[in-house]
């Protein structure tokens, strides 16, 4: 379950974010952009231009340079806002994080055990490695993992999620998150944080965009903006001396103003993507957040989109989590249509998936209809973390369904025998890859509910996208090769890897590196930490124990492994915003060339105007144009940064040659219409 999206433009979210975008003013604030600091610095230029001019010694008219200088400010006011915005997105869920923070009472223990002497104190008071002992309908004072007793846990607090969990201790499932509430049971937790340092705070400070890092690819971006800044620098100022030349050797016009040079540089140099650049990596974390995916890094989103291979685990991924009811296969003795009776009595409350499932089959193999619990005068035994059993007593006859181990145990303590051929129906359904449940009336064994991985639907669409992407999927399973080929052939993707060893999936993703791709894995256990640690992108399981989450580099709050396709697709997402902006602002300098320069110099070298292929009214009204323009694209694609551009599943070649067409060509003749329709607009209400 994903988290609520705000829209766009939300409506809380603008006045603050125009209140930023002044206090983004700040020198300090404009530095950390170079790009957008020359804009700051020509504004302030252009300013103490303006002053001067309304004392009678301007370079140009007042009124001039005051309008060039309103629409500098407007420029270094609408990249504040882009990323004033972006960063309010991401306050706002920090702010709904925060919102989950609750008040508790711990009940601290004396000794790591239950039933030891405790002391009620604050849950703030808590310290690492301190254990309290958290009872049912007691909210879970601090993070930490079971060290005894098994419990429900409803963890819609940080999930969102309604449908409560297991948490255990020995386990894959071991780790619980402070905030969240059991349900039922007990448990005690060692507390794996202190205060302040808790997953939830963690996950507050990564997405409050203000905190956000710069990723390698941002950096290495903004160098290159810089240096083509700094070049254009350089050869912007060339062109004051080059005038005052022009002018002597011709003897007509006059020099070109730093009014005009002003605005020659700031439409010049990638004034767009500068102002949209950290819009685009906040918007990234803010969309990876709406997934319900917390990064520990804007480094592990980028790398999301550079990923060319996908490690899936088999069951919750690939197949259903929930399996279904296949087959009944009875012991000696016992009819099928027996046994098929007592699991679908046993399963008639039972309302998860796999207990609807049995209730279904039945149905479907022997017409046998739902009875209703009334009627039969029966109760529910439901399902127990600790007895790993659920079903129905009839009068003084219970009917349980389990796991193998726990039915035994059960039918064991009412003086029953186990059938001779029972472990075989066990093996032989473990061997399928399925999961064998146990049926027992009263103290008879009956036989076994095969429980089959169904491959999701619509799975193998998504591979085949992926594989369109470059990117090749590769199936992990523990089963073995004869179950593993079966499903990898029904999911459709391109390899799997069977019987698989923690030691094995840390080989895999080593091979693959060493191969120069990128490696993209999922995990919840403390025994898949090391190749989560190892891959690329790793993200772990929020149901998972401490030692995955702290391994991976990545949290999916949802806990579904199916998450990994959405991470990298949000990866792929910003990486190709960037490229997309970075693109349209390159090429949208054409038009400006030809709007500014032939304005500068016609009243000395007349012949420029043929140059002039817009035919802008006035010197003047070209140069006012071309930076209005260079201003407003900057609103307008501002939903473009925050949204990101479209994903379509094509090859890294396809969407090069589609980005350049789109936002290269694109980029090249928008300005000319735009810029054109300014000068119009101007010259009809006379501003110029």
Known sequence: MTRERLPLFDAALLGPAVLDSFRKLDPRVQ????????????????????????????????GFILAVTVWLWFTVLFANFA??????????????????????????????????????????????????????????????????GAATVDESAITGESAPVIRESGGDFSSVTGGTTVLSDWIVVRCTADPGD??????????????????????????????????????????????????????????????????LLVCLIPTTIGALLSAIGVAGMSRMLGANVVATSGRAVEAAGDIDVLLLDKTGTITLGNRQASAFLPVAGVS???????????????????????????????????????????????????????????????????????????????????PQDLQELVEAASRRGSTPLVVADDRRVLGVVELKDIVKDGIKERFAQLRRMGIQTVMITGDNRLTAAAIA????????QAEATPETKLALIRKYQAEGRLVAMTGDGTNDAPALAQADVAVAMNSGTQAAREAGNMVDLDSNPTKLIEVVEIGKQMLMTRGALTTFSIANDLAKYFAILPAMFVGTYPQLGALNLMHLATPDSAILSAVIFNAL????????????????????SVLLRNNLL?????????????????DLLLNALHLV
Request: some cysteine; proline content about 4%.
């Open 198 to 263: 808790s997953f939830l705070d963690r996950m507050i400070a990564l997405v409050e965009g203000a905190r956000r890092r710069k990723t390698p690819n941002e950096i290495a971006l903004s160098i290159l903006l810089v240096a083509l800044t700094v070049i254009l620098l350089a050869a912007t100022v060339t062109l004051l001396p080059y005038s005052i030349h022009s002018v002597q050797a011709a003897g007509a016009g006059r020099p070109v103003s730093i009014t005009v040079l002003v605005a």
């Open 662 to 678: 789109v936002y290269g060509a694109g980029g090249i003749i928008l300005p000319f219409f735009g810029i054109k329709a300014i």
């Open 336 to 418: 099928e249509r027996e046994l098929a009776d007592a699991a679908q009595l046993a399963s008639l409350a039972d309302e998860t998936p796999e207990g609807r499932s049995i209730v279904v089959l039945a149905k479907q193999r022997f017409n046998l209809r739902e009875r209703g619990l009334e009627s039969l005068h029966a109760s529910f035994v439901p399902f127990s973390a600790q007895t790993r059993m659920s079903g129905v007593d009839i009068g003084g006859r219970p009917v349980r369904k389990g796991a193998a181990q726990e039915i035994a145990g059960f039918v064991r303590e009412r003086g029953g025998l186990l």
């Open 633 to 652: 694209i900057i609103v307008f694609l501002i939903p473009l940064a925050l949204k990101g551009v479209r994903l379509r599943a094509l090859s890294a």
């Open 489 to 496: 052939a029904e999911a459709g993707v391109d390899e799997y």
């Open 83 to 148: 990323e004033a915005l972006a960063e309010g997105r991401s306050k706002a869920q920090a702010a709904s994080l925060r919102g989950t923070r609750t008040a508790t009472q711990a009940r601290r223990l004396a000794e790591p055990r239950y039933g030891a002497s405790w002391t009620l104190v604050d849950g703030d008071a808590l310290r690492k490695d301190e254990v309290v002992v958290v009872l049912a309908h007691e909210v879970i004072p601090c993070d930490g993992e079971v060290i005894e």
């Open 31 to 62: 530095l950390r952009n170079p790009v957008m600091f020359v804009v700051y610095v020509g504004s302030l230029l252009t300013t103490g231009l303006w002053l001067q001019a309304l004392h009678g010694r301007g370079e140009a008219p007042a």
